[in-house]
């Protein structure tokens, strides 16, 4: 007895002295985060009362029930730090402060999301967490905090992966289970090194409300939807359930064309991208609502194997991408880049392909029949049994589910 109590002291004492085990939250963004970010339709044009408009209208629309569930405020909500170096929001902009805006959406059934930055001044000049990690994490468990962007302006001489890494310890110590979304451009390469450090990395500069083309700031460039999915190429590896390549939040609703909006929602879905809303969803259209609110086409990317998707061939402007899916399922998507329409013809007796990364194959030569439906327009449209010709729209896609 006397041993078993002097072993037991002793192992109390080890574990005593070991520092808490630092590490990110596992087990959270099991598939790729979803949910709004005021960032790119009201920049730092942000309030509580908008913030709390947009949590009803994600409810009333019916988009929180489709899975967008985090509402995430971006820059601009910072007031200045207190005199014992706590951050404080903008009295102005919201009154009640951040804790009381938190329990507003967490009574909706929504999850809070904030933003904060490795540098000493946030991208829009606020006050950053560079020193004030450790405080800034109690600050946010305290407000109750779900999800935190962060970001990488004003980091002269700072190493990304001990910046971001403070600030998982932080949020680890906080003991306030948070999405780490990293948000350095893909400037250090983070896919190589975060799926220990958070749950999605940016993999690009910002995306910019244009389907196709570079907007020039001078010393930098946001990039348009074509250009984001080009730079996702050889990054597949990488993602998986608990870490994903994030291409940057949706332009979905802030003026692109029907056909254009659900090119980039698509090719996203493809991409097993997290599924951040960037629109106004007090205000959207019809037309955006059918686009953001098609489950056939959120469920390819929140499929629980989390899959990225990738592009299997391209001839004449128009590519097609292939994603596997649970139950040997695959989505086929065909997608035009150019602006007129063209027409595609494929003989599935002739197609076969093993994605080595996966290890799963989709072989339409054989015996196995896969039945295919059309996720836009929401039909079954026959088996594989059948020449598919088509037409496509330009900046648009044809999207295919088979299944066995
Ligand atoms: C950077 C980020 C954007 C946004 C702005 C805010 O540019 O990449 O997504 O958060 O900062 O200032």
């Avoid at 902009?93 to 001044?121: R, T, V």
């Avoid at 220990?196 to 389907?211: I, K, M, P, Q, S």
């Avoid at 339409?364 to 327009?377: A, D, E, R």
Wanted: proline share 3%; glycine share 8%.
């Amino acid at each position: 007895m006397k041993n078993i109590s002097r072993i037991f002291l002793a192992a109390l004492l080890c574990f005593a002295i070991l520092p808490v085990q630092a590490q990110k939250f596992e087990g959270l963004a099991m598939t790729p985060p979803m949910g709004w970010n005021s960032w790119n339709k009201f920049g730092c044009d942000v309030n509580e009362q908008k913030i709390r408009e947009v949590a009803d209208a994600i409810v009333a629309s019916g988009l929180k029930d489709l899975g967008y569930e985090y509402v995430v405020i971006d820059d601009c909500w910072h007031g200045e730090r207190d005199s014992l170096g706590f951050i404080t929001a903008n009295a102005e902009h919201f009154p009640s402060g951040i804790k009381a805006l938190a329990d507003y959406i967490h009574s909706k059934g929504l999850k809070f999301g904030i933003y904060s930055c490795a540098g000493n001044k946030t991208c829009g000049g606020k006050p950053a967490s560079r020193g004030h990690e450790y405080q800034d994490a109690l600050t946010y468990a305290k407000w109750g905090v779900d999800y935190l962007k962060y970001d990488w302006c004003d980091t002269e001489g700072l190493n990304a992966v001990g910046a971001y890494t403070t600030m998982r310890d932080a949020l680890y110590a906080a003991g306030r289970p948070v999405v780490f979304s990293l948000c350095e451009w893909g400037n250090n390469k983070p896919w190589l090194w975060a799926k220990e450090v958070g749950h999605l990395w940016r993999t690009t500069g910002d995306v910019y409300n244009c389907f196709d083309c570079v907007k020039n700031w001078g010393t930098w460039n946001s990039w348009g939807v074509m250009q984001i999915l080009d730079m996702q190429d050889g990054l597949r590896e990488y993602a998986g359930p608990g870490h994903w390549n994030d291409p940057d939040m949706m332009e979905v609703g802030n003026g692109m064309p029907i056909n254009e909006e659900r090119a980039h929602f698509t090719m996203w879905c493809m991409l097993a991208a997290p599924l951040i809303a960037g629109n106004d969803v007090r205000n959207m259209t019809i037309e955006t609502f059918s686009v953001l609110s098609n489950k056939e086409v959120i469920d390819i990317d929140q499929d629980s194997l989390g899959i990225q998707g990738f592009k299997y061939a391209s001839k004449d402007s128009v590519e097609t991408w292939l994603k596997p899916l649970k139950n040997d399922q695959w989505v086929v998507c065909f997608l035009n880049r150019s602006t007129s329409t063209k027409n595609i013809e494929m003989d599935w007796k002739t197609f076969s392909v093993t994605d080595s990364l996966s290890n799963r194959i989709l072989d339409t030569t054989g015996k196995q029949i896969y039945k295919i439906s059309n996720l836009w327009l929401k039909k079954n449209t026959g088996d594989t049994r059948k020449v598919l010709k088509s037409t496509i729209p330009g900046h648009d896609v044809l999207c295919l589910k088979l299944s066995k």
